[in-house]
């Protein structure tokens, strides 16, 4: 208790040093002014009947007779402030679409950073953005970007995802440098958004100029840090009348071949595999309000390859989506975190049993390590009335593993996994004041009598009207039925529940947040979601206190402090307690990040090391510790700029071992060599002597050395080891313009396990130590190169072209090495996978395609 008062005086002492700065300061005509209520602004679009040609040049007479958005005001690094260099623009529209028409006013074109980069990646450059929010309902909206250098970025914008630039639409535009100016001409087809049906609409608008050489940015209608919310801060776009939402109708084929190459060294069986894939992405607009998208025989082979390391919790590894139809559009899905993609079309259920299934003289010839999926269906939307519907379907194949007899060459077919149905539905109603009520229902429906998966959850957040407070929560219903895969034995978690109620200051330079939560032991989302682990009772308090305007001489200041306390739920008994308090700030001058993160953990009962079916009994006891991180950044506007972060902990003593400790550095420099090359470097190293935890594997009756301790089931194996870990990543990236590009990624992950000495863990967190001989050491190298050379030939089509080599290995016992570059030179004589694949999309558009006939 002693170190948590520390840390409260710690960030109470920060507070009020920032808040004694802030009263020390005079209060200039341009603070009052920032303080003054600012009214909503309006903009009006002019309707026009003649065509516009997309060239950046603005030279229609139409452009000169619309209404002017001009005057933004800084957001950062100095919220408040009227930008110097002015911006203008104007919107036209049509039948068809909205025309957007920016100037943007500059010194010099030496002012105006341009670096060519992929598509939705701004890098070191300025750029331009509009923000339309076609329901008005101050919750959803869509942004779309576009440099001087040409580059796109678009996001969509909602209360679930934030800000998601993994949504991708179809839309043209063309920029062009002018004098000391540069100009952006955007066509917005209406194919792209989704509106109502009502003959006049008022839209949620606003615009953001970004200035990268002083790294300022600014919007039309100001937007506040210090207010909750983004898309409520917007202005109006008035004057859109008589326009119908288009037939929304595309098709997207593509066709792609795969080379793989891995050396079996195995007599009769081939090292070289060819493949031909062709399938299909279908989207059409259903109505004004709702879109079906779809995906007919997916591939996903050119996604990024995953980031393997050990795994030595007793958890699963949660790995990042990169299939793009699972990113794209997926808000309304990941309402209550309910949903992890990974789960459709992840590894087959028995995918670990099938080696457990070979007769005698067989052996796997095949195992797949991902189902198949055949299809994936999303419909989603928001009508007029704000209320968001969305279901989301897919399905996957029956999976085997294939063995094959060594002395007759007879194959047969092992099932890992049966026909699967993924299936999400949610309602997501927005109120006033920045607020909703959802209801979202995930349901796994498996062929057979192999158990299914349904969970139901409600979720809210009533704001008062100013914005200013919330109540937010969360209960959920997990309902499980039937088999194990390949058992007779019924699944034991058929029903759980979940809840969390939270209460906070959401608006203002002092935030706060109480909240308590618990899941229940048998609360089991998994199947179409993830969590780590249930059966637990936790009461939050947060606090953040923060300065959004240049000070002394820092841009900003952050800050932050969280006490939680943690229960087990069934049976009830202490878990964990916890003090976090951190900040980070950027100085004016430099543009230099700093920060640091710090905690003290109170003493830990860890009932989920020991791996036992019996939580409560068992637990792995840690004692209290400290820990923390400091990081600092550098400007990336310079050619060479670096992130550079270092971390330790320190344990106190157990009584019965030495000192447990963890250290870990990382250090990132990137070096830009021109607006079009460009190259980062990133190393991580962490170690952790003396740490403590359960035996990966066990122990093994079938070996001698385990076979005495073995025999007993109770016996939970411990080990005290030293765990070290490099990363080394290396990327490059070079873009021929704005629309072909080519990306390398070089990763080598390398980590070992040295076991000093063993104990068997007893009841209550109580150990002995136990005369074990056998050598459990480990090193797990993991190897990764991804290339990928992007060509977007045509508006929503393209050409990519991916190499891709992967290795891995395992060592254990006198095999295994810490010396990294034994584990790198075991790593290169490694047998290495390659693939080289191609793959072409072309976008066919229905309402483009009849204009061309007609």
């Known amino acids: 208790m002693a170190r948590i008062r520390l840390f409260l005086l710690c960030w109470l002492s920060v507070v009020v040093s920032l808040q004694a700065v802030a009263q020390s300061e005079p209060v200039t005509p341009a603070a009052k002014a920032a303080v003054a209520p600012v009214l909503r602004r309006q903009l009006q679009a002019l309707r026009i009947t003649e065509s516009i040609k997309l060239d950046g040049a603005l030279d229609e007479p139409i452009w000169q007779q619309a209404a002017i958005a001009t005057d933004f005001i800084q957001n950062r690094p100095n919220p408040g402030p009227h930008e110097k260099h002015p911006t203008e623009v104007r919107i036209l529209y049509d039948d068809a679409a909205l025309y957007i028409g920016a100037v943007m006013h500059d010194v010099s074109l030496d002012s105006i950073p341009r670096e060519l980069t992929a598509r939705d990646d701004f890098g070191n450059t300025d750029f331009f953005g509009i923000f339309l929010d076609t329901y008005h309902d101050k919750l959803n909206g869509y942004g779309f970007f576009v440099t001087p250098a040409g580059v796109q970025a678009d996001a969509r914008y909602s209360p679930a995802s934030g800000e998601d630039f993994n949504w991708t639409a179809v839309w043209e535009s063309r920029t062009a440098l002018r004098g000391t100016d540069w100009v952006a001409e955007m066509r917005i087809p209406y194919s792209a958004i989704r509106f109502s049906t009502e003959g006049e609409q008022t839209w949620g608008l606003n615009f953001m100029r970004n200035r990268q050489i002083l790294k300022q ?53 081939r090292n070289t595999h060819t493949s031909f894939n062709g399938g299909a992405d279908v989207k059409w607009g259903i109505n004004e309000s709702f879109t079906l998208d779809a995906t ?20 699963e590894v949660q790995f990042n989506e990169n299939r793009q ?14 949903f992890y993609s990974r789960r459709v079309g992840a590894q087959p259920l028995g995918f ?37 519907v969305g279901l989301f379907n897919a399905v996957s194949a029956n999976m085997y593993a294939t063995a094959e007899n060594t002395l007759t060459g007879e194959q047969r077919r092992i099932q ?3 026909l699967a149905n993924y299936n999400i539905f949610v309602l997501d109603q927005s109120l006033k004041n920045n607020s909703y009520v959802s209801l979202i229902n995930t349901n796994v429906t498996r062929q057979g009598s192999t158990f299914d998966a349904n969970v139901t959850g409600g979720l809210f957040r009533f704001n008062n009207k100013k914005n200013s407070y919330a109540l937010d929560g969360q209960v959920v219903y997990s309902r499980r039925r039937g088999l194990g895969f390949n058992s007779d034995q019924p699944i034991d978690d058929k029903d759980g529940y979940k809840y969390l109620l939270g209460v906070g200051k959401t608006g203002g330079s002092f935030t706060w947040r109480l909240s308590q ?9 998994n199947d179409l979601g993830i969590l780590f682990s249930n059966n637990s009772i936790s009461q939050v308090a947060e606090m953040n206190y923060n300065r959004y305007k240049p000070f002394w001489k820092v841009n900003n200041a952050y800050t932050y402090l969280v006490v939680e306390h943690k229960l087990l739920y069934k049976p009830t008994a202490y878990n964990s307690a916890g003090v976090y308090f951190g900040g980070n700030t950027t100085f004016t001058k430099n543009f230099l990040s700093v920060g640091f993160n710090s905690d003290y953990t109170a003493v830990m009962h860890d009932f989920f090391e020991p791996r036992v079916a019996d939580i409560g009994s068992y637990y792995v006891r840690l004692p209290a510790n400290v820990g923390g991180n400091a990081f600092v950044s550098s400007d990336y506007r310079k050619k060479l700029a670096f992130d550079l972060s270092t971390a330790f902990r320190r344990f106190e003593l157990d009584g019965i071992r030495p000192r447990r400790m963890g250290y870990g550095i990382n250090f990132g420099p990137r070096y830009r060599v021109s607006n079009q090359l460009s190259f980062r470097y990133n190393f991580e190293w962490s170690t952790r002597p003396n740490q403590v935890g359960y035996v990966n594997g066990g122990l093994d009756v079938n070996n001698p050395q385990d076979y005495k301790l073995a025999l007993d089931p109770s016996n939970i194996l411990l080990g005290r080891r030293r765990v070290m870990t490099y990363v080394n990543t290396v990327t490059g990236t070079y873009t021929f313009n704005n629309r072909m590009s080519f990306n390398i990624r070089t990763r080598h992950y390398s980590s070992s396990v040295h076991y000093y000495d063993f104990t068997l863990l007893q009841k209550e967190g109580k150990e002995y130590k136990v005369d074990y001989r056998r050598n459990r050491d480990t090193s797990f190298n993991a190897f ?15 050409v990519s072209i991916v190499w891709k080599n992967a290795a891995a290995n395992s060592l254990q016992a006198e095999e295994a090495t810490p010396l990294y570059f034994d584990n790198l030179t075991n790593t290169i004589n490694t047998p290495h996978n390659n693939s080289l694949s191609v793959k072409v999309l072309y976008y066919l558009d229905y309402l483009t395609l009849r204009r061309k006939r007609s």
């Open 517 to 525: 939560g618990i899941e229940s032991n048998t609360y089991n989302p």
């Open 296 to 315: 007919l025989v997916p591939d996903f082979g050119q996604t990024l390859s995953d980031n393997q390391v050990l795994n030595l919790s007793p958890f």
């Open 217 to 269: 940015g600014f919007f039309w209608n100001e937007v506040k840090p210090e207010e909750n919310g983004f898309v409520n801060q917007w202005g109006e776009l008035t004057g859109i009348r008589d326009v119908k939402a288009p037939l929304r109708l595309s098709f997207t084929p593509y066709v792609s071949t795969y080379v793989n190459h891995y050396p079996y060294k195995e007599q009769g069986v």
């Open 352 to 388: 670990y049993d099938a080696e457990s299934k070979l007769q005698s003289n067989e052996r796997l010839l095949k195992n797949p390590g991902e189902s198949r999926l055949l299809n994936a269906t999303k419909i989603s939307g928001r009508t007029s009335k704000g209320l968001g």
């Open 784 to 798: 990764n190169v991804d290339a990928n050379f992007l060509w977007w030939f045509a508006p929503g089509s393209q």
């Open 416 to 418: 890992t996994q049966p």
């Open 325 to 338: 139809f699972f990113t794209e559009g997926t808000e309304l899905f990941n309402k209550g975190n309910l």
